[in-house]
């Protein structure tokens, strides 16, 4: 069947950049685009208008956990001082005795759940970090049922972070763990590439610069070279790291990386904020930005996770002008790709302290084309004959936007997921008119309120102090 798309800004590729085509269309049949431009005169078998709206490349989501969704993240207010905004470590790791019960992931419901969240903001194409866990099939099945593209694998690592009674950090080592791990990974990277009627690609997630060894850190390159998968790792993600690696390694997290081959074009690294010369470092030594631009590596930014700890990458213009390839993730909750877009261009005017930093431009490529690269594809993140037919409409036609001249810029600088009107990926309708079609919303949220009730019962079980969720992290105000 042969879909018309008429109307509103089209966001085309010209193959070398996108440029918007006013009142322009795109044509699509099954999962390729075959048409983007002013005027398709040739018998077409559905139109659909979208006047007002701007016709966008879905977007490309690089870092994302639906293992860790909306219950989890509204538990991840630091309240840990003495960690340094080390994020995850703070709010996430358990105590030894209750690790039983913590962060217990749901395919059917809480995965599900993300899976469609970040759906519903623009995202066609989404990796995944280790939401396979350790049973991969259910996992498989419910993103083929969701409909989303996805790049996806387990992660592993030899450290299982814990919390002792007083709220110490503790690195359990494991040798024996990492290997086992990879071996699975490597498993399920080969088994389900190309699965889900090939909108599931595969990946290795190795966990962390400090919670890997250098040894299995060199046997993933060589694994994911023998098996042609990418790889992303988490790098420079927080104080705890950096200082662990530096006290270990006497180098910082990026220097480590480097000095045993791990950088190149086909890895990606997560975050990377605490680079070497970052103000709260205090270590304006050597030059972690042009090891990673001069490896061809890229880079998956997370706005929101960091501002939410009172921290910005330094910055986002910077590292685009080292050469470095950027791409944008969603992460933390709530996961709106576009909010992120947005977020990511005012944390680089901050951080730069201009305000010409942090260009709408720029941003929404990240989104489309930095993703694409960054997965070593060039027939997703934009819109032209042949590239895959994954495309998210939002709608500018509103009050919160007013008059619209650059639909970019509007887009950057207020639109959120809420404006996104419909959702292509695959050639296949997945959200219309604002509703994702392959389930009853309701009925879901009905389904994920109960289980964030189950996973806030459950802190006591695992959280250092013991105490209620409540205690933990108080709410906004008493409520009765
Ligand atoms: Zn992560």
Same mark, same amino acid.
């Given at each position: 069947?042969?879909?018309?798309?008429?109307?509103?800004?089209?966001?085309g590729? /010209?193959?070398k950049e996108h440029?918007?085509?006013?009142?322009?269309?795109?044509v699509?049949?099954?999962?390729r685009?075959?048409?983007?431009?002013?005027?398709?005169s040739?018998?077409v078998?559905?139109?659909i208008?979208?006047?007002?709206?701007?016709?966008? #490349?879905?977007?490309?989501?690089?870092?994302?956990?639906s293992?860790?969704?909306a219950?989890?993240?509204?538990?991840?207010?630091?309240?840990?001082?003495d960690?340094?905004a080390?994020n995850?470590?703070?709010?996430?790791?358990?105590?030894?005795?209750?690790?039983?019960?913590?962060?217990?992931?749901?395919?059917?419901?809480?995965?599900?759940?993300?899976?469609?969240?970040?759906l519903?903001?623009?995202v066609?194409?989404t990796?995944?970090?280790?939401g396979?866990?350790?049973?991969?099939?259910?996992?498989?099945t419910?993103?083929?049922?969701?409909?989303?593209?996805?790049?996806?694998?387990p992660?592993?690592?030899?450290?299982s972070?814990f919390?002792?009674?007083?709220g110490?950090?503790?690195?359990?080592?494991?040798?024996?763990?990492?290997?086992?791990?990879?071996?699975?990974a490597?498993?399920?990277?080969?088994?389900f590439?190309g699965?889900?009627n090939?909108?599931m /690609?595969?990946m290795?997630?190795?966990?962390?610069?400090d919670?890997?060894?250098?040894?299995l850190?060199?046997?993933?390159?060589?694994?994911?070279?023998e098996?042609g998968?990418?790889?992303?790792?988490?790098?420079t993600?927080?104080?705890?790291?950096?200082h662990?690696?530096?006290?270990r390694?006497r180098?910082?997290p990026?220097?480590?990386l480097?000095?045993?081959g791990?950088?190149? #074009?086909?890895?990606?690294l997560?975050?990377?904020?605490?680079?070497?010369g970052?103000?709260?470092?205090?270590?304006?030594?050597?030059?972690?930005?042009?090891?990673?631009?001069?490896?061809?590596?890229?880079?998956?930014?997370?706005p929101l996770?960091?501002?939410k700890?009172?921290?910005?990458?330094?910055?986002?213009?910077?590292?685009?002008k080292a050469g470095?390839?950027?791409?944008?993730g969603t992460?933390?909750? #709530?996961?709106?790709?576009i909010?992120?877009?947005?977020?990511?261009?005012i944390?680089?005017?901050?951080a730069?302290?201009?305000?010409?930093?942090?260009?709408?431009?720029?941003?929404?490529n990240a989104?489309?084309?930095?993703?694409?690269?960054?997965?070593?594809?060039d027939d997703i993140?934009?819109l032209?004959?042949?590239?895959?037919?994954?495309?998210?409409?939002? /709608?500018?036609?509103?009050?919160?936007f007013?008059?619209?001249?650059?639909?970019?810029?509007?887009?950057?600088?207020?639109?959120?997921?809420?404006?996104?009107?419909?959702v292509?990926v695959?050639g296949?309708t997945?959200?219309?008119?604002?509703?994702?079609?392959?389930?009853?919303?309701?009925?879901?949220?009905?389904?994920?309120?109960?289980?964030?009730e189950q996973?806030?019962?459950?802190v006591?079980?695992?959280?250092?102090?013991?105490k209620?969720?409540d205690e933990?992290?108080?709410?906004?105000f008493k409520?009765?």
């Open positions: 069947m042969k879909t018309l798309l008429k109307g509103g800004y089209v966001v590729f /010209n193959g440029e918007i085509i006013k009142d322009g269309v795109v699509f049949e099954r999962d685009v075959e048409f983007v431009g002013k005027e398709y040739q018998p078998d559905k139109t208008d979208a006047k007002g709206c701007l016709v966008s #490349p879905g977007f490309i989501d690089t870092h994302f956990h293992g860790i969704n219950s989890d993240y509204l538990l991840s207010d630091a309240n840990k001082l960690y340094f080390s995850y470590l703070a709010h996430g790791a358990p105590t030894r005795e209750g690790a039983k019960h913590a962060h217990l992931k749901d395919v059917d419901v809480g995965q599900r759940f993300s899976l469609i969240h970040v519903k903001s623009g066609t194409t990796l995944d970090i280790g396979t866990g350790m049973n991969p099939e259910p996992y498989v419910m993103v083929d049922e969701v409909g989303i593209r996805c790049y996806a694998g992660s592993y690592k030899n450290v972070f919390q002792d009674g007083d110490r950090l503790e690195y359990d080592w494991n040798d024996g763990r990492g290997s086992e791990g990879l071996k699975h490597v498993e399920f990277a080969k088994k590439n699965a889900c090939g909108r /690609n595969t290795l997630f190795p966990g962390h610069v919670s890997c060894t250098p040894a850190l060199k046997d993933t390159r060589k694994a994911a070279k098996i998968v990418r790889v992303q790792i988490h790098a993600i927080n104080l705890f790291e950096f662990t690696v530096m006290q390694e180098c910082t990026i220097e480590l480097q000095k045993i791990f950088l190149d #074009p086909e890895v990606s997560s975050h990377c904020i605490f680079i070497s970052h103000s709260w470092l205090s270590y304006p030594y050597g030059d972690d930005l042009k090891i990673i631009a001069d490896s061809g590596a890229s880079v998956a930014y997370s996770k960091y501002l700890l009172g921290i910005v990458m330094e910055s986002f213009d910077k590292y685009l470095i390839n950027m791409g944008i992460d933390t909750f #709530p996961k709106d790709i909010s992120d877009m947005r977020y990511a261009s944390a680089s005017k901050v730069e302290k201009s305000f010409v930093a942090g260009h709408p431009r720029d941003v929404f989104a489309t084309l930095g993703g694409a690269k960054l997965v070593g594809r993140g934009r032209q004959k042949g590239a895959k037919a994954d495309i998210t409409i939002i /709608n500018l036609k509103d009050i919160a007013g008059a619209v001249r650059d639909p970019i810029k509007s887009l950057v600088e207020t639109a959120v997921s809420r404006d996104v009107r419909t292509i695959d296949e997945l959200v219309d008119n604002g509703k994702y079609l392959r389930l009853n919303e309701d009925e879901l949220l009905e389904k994920v309120q109960a289980k964030g996973v806030w019962d459950s006591p079980k695992w959280h250092w102090t013991g209620s969720v933990v992290v108080p709410p906004a409520i009765k």
